[in-house]
């Protein structure tokens, strides 16, 4: 627990404290109060009116005394008692801590640690680093020398570089372009005749431009470069026209592995007090319930670039002139986003396909069990039907046997002859052991007679059966063929 204060929560433990009665707490303090509430300097409870009131511990009080909390204090002693014992366990030499590393996996934690068995972990680690026991292609490391956690780690130099990232490729951009981009020559055709602002963005076959017209060449040289350098890696660089709200969309954009990633470059603006026209001053009587802005954006001379406003890409990818760095600068990382950005979309892809052919299996084999289970029930239902009828018949002869029996010699009435006749022809033609025992055919296997075993949307994928009841889509599984 973090025993320190802020200043507001020990401005209200000292006004709490300060009080001879249980002092009520605003609103606003609530948090302020929970906080100390939560380490056991003031205790809270509430009126019958409902208002928070509160008064101080004795833990408050000692801490307001010594400016530290008892736990900690407590704490502080504890350690310090078995500081001797855990000294005594600490490496006694470089050779120790380089063998307890390695045992360690190269890394080893040691929770704050009181001052003398610091000190033994400190001894053993300057003894490692001075007397040669760092093995050869090896560094070894310490973090937390005064507070905190004692880190040790034995690093392997080799692994750690093959580790890091790839430095990000710098992309140059030249003083001035002797031959340059078709885009860039299509961009200097059409940049018009305004001496103040350059807006491209709604011209097609043209790199989207908005911006002061001093920065025009500037813009041009970075797009120019960071074309070239695009396509050299071997992505595509297009204009698109698209239709959005009933208009026409022009933008830039280069096509890394498929996926087109726009690009608009831009001046940054920023705000400037607004400065009132003759005619807004003009119409200010005429008009008073209307307002002139507060602020007018302004060109500030930095350029940036990255998805246009309003994208799908709009926040993912976007650099600019800072205090310490160019936009020329970052043109490597734009290129090196760009292509993150399409390997982890093409990862996402995979996992979403493998996601939908992992459902689309699981749909078939749900299918497929419930045709089984619906042949396993019919079949069962006819064979209960024939154990039924074959029981039946049994039991109409033994009837017609006992029927004949009871009379003896005594000649049976013609009635009942012709009755007794006709019930052993009846069990005759209902005993299905009477005739050969063949399987029955399978009941049809159609979306409606699946329903109440599928429970599922039968309709999400095609439906595997077709009109004669075949499986028709390729299996790995025969069973399913053979149904």
């Known amino acids: 627990m973090k025993y320190a204060l802020s200043e507001r929560q020990a401005a209200m433990l000292r006004e709490i404290a300060s009080a001879s009665e249980a002092v009520v707490l605003p609103p606003k303090a609530i948090h302020t109060a929970a906080a100390l509430e939560k380490r056991g300097l003031i205790k809270r409870t509430w009126r019958s009116s409902g208002l928070p009131v509160a008064v101080v511990t004795a833990d408050g009080r000692y801490y307001l005394k010594y400016g530290k909390h008892p736990r900690e204090v407590q704490a502080a002693k504890e350690r310090l008692a078995e500081d001797a014992d855990e000294a005594a366990r600490a490496p006694a030499d470089g050779v120790e801590l380089i063998s307890q590393l390695r045992s360690a996996s190269g890394k080893i934690t040691v929770p704050d640690p009181a001052p003398q068995t610091r000190g033994r972990w ?26 905190g956690d004692c880190v040790f780690a034995l690093v392997d130099e080799e692994a750690e570089k093959a580790a890091q990232s790839p430095p990000v490729p710098i992309v140059g951009v030249p003083e001035s372009v002797v031959r340059p981009h078709r885009l860039v020559r299509a961009t200097r055709k059409a940049l018009g005749r305004s001496r103040t602002v350059v807006d491209t963005r709604g011209k097609p076959e043209v790199i989207p431009l908005y911006l002061s017209r001093p920065l025009v060449d500037r813009a041009l040289r970075i797009m120019h470069a960071l074309l070239t350098e695009a396509e050299n890696r071997g992505h595509a660089v297009e ?5 959005d709200h009933e208009k026409a969309v022009h933008t830039l954009a280069i096509v890394v592995h498929g996926r087109a990633f726009p690009l608009v470059l831009t001046e940054r603006t920023a705000k400037v007090p607004h400065e009132p026209t003759p005619q807004e001053i003009r119409r200010q009587p005429r008009s008073p319930w209307t307002q ?8 500030d001379g930095r350029l940036a670039i ?9 926040h993912a990818y976007s650099y600019s002139d800072g205090a310490r760095w160019t936009l020329e600068s970052r043109l490597g990382r734009l290129l090196q986003k760009l292509e993150h950005l399409a390997a982890e979309a093409e990862r996402q892809q995979r996992e979403k396909e493998l ?4 459902q689309r299996h699981r749909w078939y084999a749900a299918v497929a069990q419930a045709r089984e289970q619906q042949v396993e029930r019919h079949r069962a239902k006819v064979l209960t039907e024939q154990v039924r009828a074959w029981q039946q018949a049994l039991e109409i002869r033994s009837f017609c046997h006992a029927a004949r029996a009871r009379v003896g010699d005594a000649p049976i009435p013609a009635d009942e002859v012709e009755w007794l006749e006709w019930a052993e022809g009846y069990a005759a033609r209902t005993n299905p052991l009477g005739s050969t025992l063949r399987t029955p055919p399978n009941p049809p296997a159609s979306r409606e007679a699946l329903h109440e075993l599928l429970k599922d949307n039968l309709r999400t994928y095609p439906w595997p059966f077709d009109a004669q009841d075949r499986w028709i889509l390729p299996t790995e599984d025969p069973a399913d063929q053979r149904l």
Do not use: M, N, Q
């Open 122 to 147: 400190r001894a053993a680690y300057y003894d490692a680093l001075h007397h040669g026991h760092v093995p050869e292609g090896h560094k070894l490391r310490w973090s937390g020398r005064r507070r």
């Open 239 to 243: 204009t698109r026209t698209d239709i």
């Open 292 to 299: 002139p802005p507060t602020y007018d954006e302004k060109f």
């Open 306 to 314: 990255g998805a246009p406003v309003g994208s799908r890409y709009e």
């Open 355 to 358: 996601r939908e052919a992992e």
